[in-house]
DNA sequence: CTGAAAGCGCTAACAG
DNA sequence: CTGTTAGCGCTTTCAG
């Protein structure tokens, strides 16, 4: 096995190739710096010709932080996700920040590579809907090291967050199916710990009690499409057999109108209404046209990214903000009966 | 504006705690060091106590390798590149190497980021599906960074590269295909320039016209779902129908099948066959049921990760790996009729 | 405007 | 086994 010696180009070769001091090399790279035209140009011709290129590393030795910031994902078969990871990686690069990317699966506890990751001077921590443990709370706390949490929130303070308005959404989504004469609600839930179902659900049971609607269902989802494909088939096999389900997110409700059209043989939108939760773009496609709650994913992104510039020079600083959606209607439900 | 600064804990400041040197605290980090276990024992509380970690930044300055592999993506929507992301991310994660993801639209010329990506000593560089231009080639040479192409490769040996084997997997489904007992064949391409694009073609009409195939019919699809749709419009709205499609991949076989089902009132899969490349997890979808000639993405990442630690110690090494995969036939395309 | 010198936090010989 | 001594490649005073 060759020993691995590849041996970089350092602003020392270049400063000698250009008959300058190695601080010199240093300012010509650095943007608001005092170093003479000519000189600058020599420099640089010396630097090209040798293939120079800074090393950040040792860059962000000096400065105390890395331009890097972590972002920890569980499960990226919720498109929503997909879609937020997308526009995250240009808004960060487009904000000369890079993006370091963990698997965060379930709660981030007893992660090790999450404690890994802590030790490369982050400038911020993202968790892409993944649970915040007050145990890595306290370890990010310790590594100072900013925490943004996305499309989910904590109890206590812990972290800043960016969500969308669940309380707006699934009572809009409840108003839409009461609206549609709908009689025997049910709801197939997320995750049960995530805030982001706590928060769907109470309002979507909520607002029915309001309205006078008694006894909905209510079955387990985990916002995993074999556990929805599962709730659905429970949901539909029952002798009390709904007429709308509200699903706490898409790829969810798209599970619960397969199972609906290909295993009970029914006309979703007409004999049953099927409504998701994120708008993610499959719910645009006619085999599904799913009624769904748009949450804005680039206004989130844009917030998120906002939110981590703040807390690179304001790490005490907390902040939560909630971004507002809005319904979009298909046929996957019933709309309200013209009197 | 509250300037940042947040003071790290160092090894000096342990080293002062537990009344021994700073080397000492080195070494109590080091997995193979020579430590006394009462001396490291009381080094590892103060550290414990101070919140220490060692910092990767500095580190990776002396070893000379950053333990990061920067990974390229183009567009996520298509499942078969979220699938691949998130198994690296695991698989990467497992081996001790982090991942720095970012945006490498079309063919990386002209990118910013990845030039700046460059600058961080990267262990290697991974483009999913993504080109590599001679001037990034030339670039990342420079840079001594090894890059590894996931699912395409270049004319030149340019980088080493991890494939599937789109010649067999062509031509089997072309067989699979004529034994259905097709007549009219058409194929909705990839991205032109791509070697995937270039090489499935290939080897679908080169088996065609073995078998006596006369003038299958080509459209444009560039693996994008909009293009695809309208690809399939025009193919369907000929009045010389073809009555199997074979897509360069699943996104644009799933494009087609909604085109002929919702919009021409086909039954796919009687009165037309529609098949894809990738085998995505949403190709087993009732809704879908996609006939696909399945890429093992767990097995590509594993040879990707591997390749990695290779040119890690030897970085002008070059290899090329294609790995097999199998066709999945499913209720999209018609099978052998019985005789 | 420029060079010399002092580190950023850590690892790696080198003597004890 | 442990402390001392050099740096890794760069930024940043501090004098010229």
Same sequence: chains 1, 2.
Wanted: net charge neutral; glycine share 8%.
């Amino acid at each position: 096995m060759t020993t691995n010696d590849r041996s970089f180009i350092t602003a020392h070769d270049v400063a000698r190739a250009a008959g300058v001091s190695q601080s010199a090399v240093s300012r010509a790279f650095t943007p608001g710096a005092s170093v003479a035209p000519d000189t600058r140009t020599r420099i640089m011709e010396a630097a090209e010709r040798l293939g120079y290129r800074p090393n950040l590393l040792a860059r962000s030795l000096i400065s105390g932080r890395s331009s890097i910031v972590g972002v920890g994902v569980g499960d990226l078969s919720n498109p929503f996700f997909v879609e937020t990871l997308q526009l995250l990686s240009r808004t960060l690069d487009q904000a000369g920040l890079r993006l370091l990317l963990f698997p965060a699966e379930g709660s981030g506890r007893g992660e090790p590579s999450i404690n890994e990751i802590l030790h490369y001077r982050l400038d911020a921590l993202v968790l892409l809907s993944v649970g915040l443990s007050s145990g890595l709370a306290e370890e990010c706390r310790k590594a100072q090291v900013p925490v943004v949490l996305y499309n989910r929130t904590t109890q206590d303070h812990a972290a800043s967050s960016v969500i969308g308005d669940n309380d707006v959404g699934a009572r809009t989504i409840a108003a839409h199916l009461l609206a549609g004469d709908h009689r025997r609600m049910a709801f197939i839930a997320g995750a049960e710990g995530s805030s982001t179902n706590v928060q769907r659900e109470a309002a979507f049971f909520g607002y029915l009690a309001e309205q006078g609607v008694t006894a909905p269902i209510r079955a387990a989802g985990d916002y995993r499409i074999e556990i929805a494909t599962a709730a659905a088939r429970r949901l539909l096999a029952g002798r009390d057999r709904p007429d709308a389900i509200f699903c706490a997110n898409d790829s969810m409700a798209i599970a619960a109108i397969n199972v609906a059209r290909h295993e009970y043989g029914l006309d979703v939108g007409r004999e049953i209404s099927i409504v998701g939760y994120d708008d993610v773009p499959m719910a645009a496609w006619p085999a599904f046209s799913l009624t769904s709650y748009a949450q804005p994913a680039q206004h989130m992104v844009d917030q998120t990214v906002r939110l981590i510039q703040i807390l690179r020079d304001d790490p005490d600083r907390h902040e939560d903000v909630v971004v507002e959606g809005s319904l979009v209607v298909r046929g996957s439900s019933r709309a309200a009966r013209m009197r």
